[in-house]
């Protein structure tokens, strides 16, 4: 089994963030970019959140149909965008995981995915507008409960995801 190595994956992410501030047509400042960076996660949880039927459209419309591939797809980019909120706070010692902090993740399964996604969005939005280290890394740990244990993503798929999500960046 491919354990999840976040030490390396917050190297590639650095590498990531270096070589696509510069494609930017646009420059912005620090700030900006770190609201960016929050408005980026944020879209991708809610795009997570609608595919994976977390949330009843009350709007006409057709319902989203899940597709395995595509939720593993946009998990794993959010994964690298909460690295990358970590890589600009400088909070990357928040994201470290011991094997018994993963396995202690089952423990409390969430039957209500929409009150995870509720839940781990108000933690970001506190975390970027009170600069709550703490709110980040409570956010952080239940990103990755809802990925390993309520969606069931396996470490290997899960780190496979990752490892295309950085060559994407660089093809």
Do not use: C
């Not at 994964?79 to 909120?85: C, G, K, N, R």
């Not at 970001?124 to 956010?139: G, P, T």
């Amino acid at each position: 089994m491919t354990e999840l190595d976040i030490a390396k994956y917050l190297r590639q992410t650095r590498d990531m963030m270096h070589e696509v501030s510069v494609q930017w047509e646009i420059p912005i400042g620090p700030k900006q970019i770190l609201l960016n960076d929050y408005l980026n996660l944020d879209v991708s949880l809610s795009e997570l959140t609608f595919k994976t039927q977390s949330v009843l459209l009350n709007v006409p419309g057709k319902q989203p149909q899940q597709d395995e591939q595509e939720v593993l797809a946009l998990y794993s980019q959010a994964f690298v965008q909460f690295l990358t909120i970590s890589l600009r706070q400088q909070w990357t010692h928040l994201m470290v995981m011991t094997d018994e902090d993963i396995a202690q993740f089952g423990r409390f399964p969430q039957r209500h995915l929409a009150h995870q996604f509720m839940g781990i969005k108000t933690m970001l939005l506190n975390s970027y507008h009170q600069k709550r280290q703490a709110d980040f890394s409570h956010a952080w740990r239940s990103f990755l409960k809802l990925g390993l244990v309520e969606l069931g993503i396996s470490p290997a798929d899960l780190h496979k995801a990752i490892q295309n999500n950085f060559n994407d960046n660089y093809a």
